[in-house]
């Protein structure tokens, strides 16, 4: 099994970055396509950014070209770099990893493709 904990949300302003992380244990995560998901109260949950083992990385459209994401296997940590945050980002942010292998790059997007989840860290994006 595969234990996720994320860190570095809080409180930030309409247009300022943040990064956020995601150490995990119990397994190595090189083996592991890795993920940051998104749900605010009363929304589904919504991919942010996914990667494979293989380096192909999946933004979601309102996400592309702000949101960098970052794995290190050596230190067995994931990353997102958030920049021009807006108030409707105002979520709780989840990271996940799976072992499952996806034929289609888009099921990767999916919250069922993913059987490992972090408890979440809050992002609040507000002046």
């Known amino acids: 099994q595969v234990q996720l904990v994320e860190s570095g949300g809080g409180l930030v302003q309409p247009g300022d970055s943040l990064r956020l992380s995601c150490a995990a244990s119990?397994?190595?995560?090189?083996?592991?396509?890795m993920g940051w998901f998104r749900q605010a109260a009363g929304k589904e949950r919504e991919v942010v950014v996914v990667?494979?083992?293989?380096?192909?990385?999946y933004y979601s459209d309102s996400t592309k070209g702000r949101f960098t994401f970052s794995r290190d296997n050596a230190k067995n940590t994931v990353n997102v770099y958030m920049a021009s945050l807006k108030p409707e980002e105002t979520d709780v942010y989840y990271c996940?990893?799976?072992?499952?292998?996806?034929?289609?790059?888009?099921?990767?997007?999916?919250?069922?493709?993913?059987?490992?989840w972090g408890q979440g860290t809050q992002v609040t994006v507000s002046s």
């Open positions: 119990g397994r190595e995560i090189r083996n592991y396509a």
């Open positions: 996940a990893s799976t072992l499952r292998y996806c034929s289609d790059m888009i099921d990767y997007a999916r919250m069922w493709a993913y059987d490992y």
């Open positions: 990667q494979t083992t293989g380096g192909t990385t």
